[in-house]
């Protein structure tokens, strides 16, 4: 079910990977060999322990698999402290906690620890210091002690953080977990950002609807091995297989096909992605 199809251009390489948990009665991963497509927005998908979030936690480099390997397309990854640190310039991580992540007293010390860590003349830190506080909004809560910021906030200033260091690759932890609706749209506008800048994301999530209408690419899991893989209509349109998995199709995806059933799609008209797509796709039909 693997689609034998590779992209061209990847970013990065996951080769027969496996991981086992310390005291772990299963593998987390079984034999995974996944690209990671440069310039997409990616999503992760599948049951919970089916190896999402393991796969960020390799790709980061905060766990060694036990055999395979991952690299990038210039470099293998080794697991000395100055590749790790070279990598992970390369390469950010956003916690599904940011609490995990918080590291300083106030916003602005938090966002620059990562570029006093590369040692930075000081004007330069001040300078990339300035253009994250404006890009993520953040100047008016700049001197705010980390403690009194809301989730939302403290989300938004570890993904200022990871961005401070400019990665080619974002991954992303279940962003938006524990976030309300409002939260959410402001973060997958900040995202959209990050990505028009020229960022690649992978993003982790059971959020079907989400992937749906965010994702270019996706990659379906099961336990600890990839089952499935291509651009989002090309996955969905497996619907069996994604039952059979337990993970189904979007609302969205549901709502269209019974349309479908009852009023014919006609021109061929592809699913709607978006509630604005599939009311243009409606009036397109009854007019």
């Not at 990616?42 to 905060?62: H, M, P, R, W, Y």
């Not at 397309?73 to 080794?78: A, I, M, P, Q, V």
Request: glycine fraction near 6%.
């Amino acid at each position: 079910m693997v689609d034998n199809n590779r992209m061209n251009s990847w970013l990065l390489k996951f080769e027969d990977v496996y991981f086992t948990y310390p005291n772990g009665q299963q593998p987390a991963l079984k034999g995974l060999t996944l690209s990671i497509p440069t310039g997409k927005k990616c999503v992760l998908l599948g049951q919970n322990g089916c190896g999402k979030s393991t796969i960020l936690f390799l790709a980061d480099g905060l766990y060694k698999p036990q055999q395979g390997f991952i690299r990038s397309s210039t470099r293998r990854l080794k697991y000395d402290r100055n590749t790790l640190n070279q990598w992970r310039q390369k390469i950010g991580l956003a916690f599904q906690d940011p609490e995990q992540q918080l590291v300083a007293g106030t916003v602005a010390e938090d966002i620059s620890y990562g570029l006093h860590n590369l040692q930075l003349p000081p004007r330069e830190i001040e300078r990339i210091l300035k253009q994250i506080l404006a890009d993520f909004e953040l100047a008016e809560l700049a001197d705010r002690p980390l403690h009194h910021l809301s989730l939302g906030q403290k989300r938004r200033v570890a993904l200022a953080g990871v961005m401070a260091l400019k990665p080619e690759l974002l991954l992303l932890d279940e962003p938006t977990a524990y976030l309300d609706s409002v939260q959410i749209r402001n973060l997958m506008v900040e995202l959209e950002r990050i990505h028009a800048a020229g960022t690649t994301i992978l993003m982790a999530t059971h959020d079907l609807n989400l992937a749906y209408e965010w994702a270019d690419w996706l990659f379906v899991l099961h336990q600890g091995q990839l089952v499935m893989e291509g651009e989002v209509q090309d996955v969905f349109v497996q619907r069996e297989v994604l039952e059979e998995l337990q993970i189904g199709v979007p609302l969205l995806w549901e709502v269209w096909e019974a349309l479908s059933t009852s009023i014919g799609r006609e021109n061929n008209l592809p699913f709607p992605k978006t509630v604005s797509q599939l009311r243009k796709r409606l009036l397109s039909i009854v007019s």
